[in-house]
């Protein structure tokens, strides 16, 4: 069973060609960053608009480097996201299984994302703790199977890479903020400035980050000072000297992974689990993963975590989720729908699995 992948929810437009029995056919990928970075963050107009130019080049290319005509079944990213952006996945998604007359399934962006790990070759099984750190969420949840996923902990406010692009901007770096303040903070220096670590002094596994930017804010503002460098006005940290954005990247950085590096012991204390399996954008940071890996070796916890390119948005978690889901959902009505707004633990659990 060949299932093709749609990612469109946000910047970028992935499309794949997923094989229950071989694995991964082919895939290929977008990215608008150059399109957004003109305006320091995501345009949904711009994003919707380039979709609809990308989209299906890239599924062309993909069927064709597989050497595949027709799928077996389409599956797209019905949502969370950008309302725009992933109407043109969906749209194209099942208008392409209506006239190849096959089943278009749609699937939970942050499914797609917790999932895959598991696509890699000696990936974890379930049940396990997931970490999933992306620029729309943070959330610590205990996965039992496919679609059985508890919530332990979320942030109260900011996501983790929601925090990472508000801070890049702050210091003047482009978009997108998450890998130019982790190359940045390897520069710095690790005592210079001790950033707090939020929610941490209290039981419980919700986070937050929004308190991290206002400090953040406030030691470039005293670096300004110290500087002799002006603070009136809208105050930008991107004057700075680029020792000085350095330290505060590295600070505000490792008190992110510290942070998530505690919730997530907690995680796994509280569960008695022993795999803890790390998904989304900001899984992609170094730092993150290191700190992870080390601390929870301790405590006989592996840590899975993704290469990089299945860390951020892509076609292959959502080909690879559809077709997990696809022999347990029940046929759909044509209708085009999605939805912007998705608390994951509204999908079901499927009776079965039958891959
Ligand atoms: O999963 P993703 O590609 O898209 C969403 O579903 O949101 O995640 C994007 C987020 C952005 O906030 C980006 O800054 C962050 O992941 N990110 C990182 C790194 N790479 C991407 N954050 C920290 N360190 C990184 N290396
Ligand atoms: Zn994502």
Redesign the pocket.
């Known amino acids: 069973m060949n299932v093709l992948g749609i990612e469109t ?2 910047d970028e437009t992935g499309v794949a060609l997923y094989n229950a029995e071989r694995g991964l056919l082919s895939q290929a990928l977008y990215s608008q960053v150059d399109l957004h970075a003109t305006y320091g963050g995501v345009v949904p107009e711009l994003a919707s608009r380039d979709h609809v130019r990308r989209l299906l080049p890239l599924v062309k290319e993909v069927l064709a480097s597989a050497g595949i005509d027709k799928p077996d079944a389409v599956a797209y990213t019905a949502g969370p996201g950008l309302a725009g952006a992933l109407l043109v996945g969906a749209g194209t998604a099942r208008s392409m299984a209506f006239g190849w007359d096959v089943p278009a399934v749609p699937v939970h ?1 942050m499914e797609g ?1 917790l999932l895959a790990p598991l696509l890699e070759e000696g990936g974890p099984d379930f049940p396990f703790v997931a970490l999933l750190v ?3 969420h943070s959330l610590i949840l205990q996965a039992s199977a496919l679609g059985d996923y508890l919530p332990l902990g979320e942030s109260v406010d900011d996501a983790a ?2 925090a ?2 508000k801070v890049a901007k702050m210091l003047g770096l482009p978009y ?4 130019n ?2 190359a940045l903070a390897e520069k710095g220096d690790p005592g210079r400035f001790q950033f707090p670590r939020p929610m941490t002094d209290r039981p419980g596994l919700d986070m937050s980050y929004s308190g991290l930017k206002t400090f953040t804010m406030n030691t470039i503002r005293a670096c300004l000072k110290e500087a002799g460098l002006s603070v009136e006005g809208k105050i930008s940290g991107d004057a700075l000297p680029e020792q000085d954005k350095a330290d505060i990247a590295r600070a505000f950085e490792e008190a992110v992974v510290d942070t998530l590096v505690i919730k997530c012991r907690r995680a796994m204390e509280q569960t008695g689990l022993k795999t803890l399996v790390m998904a ?3 899984s ?2 170094k730092r993150l993963r290191a700190s992870l890996a080390q601390a929870l070796s301790k405590e006989d916890v592996t840590v899975f975590y993704p290469r990089p390119e299945y860390c ?2 892509n076609g292959a978690m959502i080909a690879y989720a559809g077709a997990l889901r696809l022999l347990q959902e029940k046929g759909e009505s044509l209708e085009i729908s999605v939805r912007p707004r998705w608390p994951l633990v509204e999908l079901s659990q499927p009776s079965s699995s039958t891959l």
């Open positions: 929810s946000c962006h994302h992306s620029g729309g890479g929601e990472f692009d997108p903020g998450g890998p303040v982790a989304g954008g900001v992609a940071n951020t948005d």
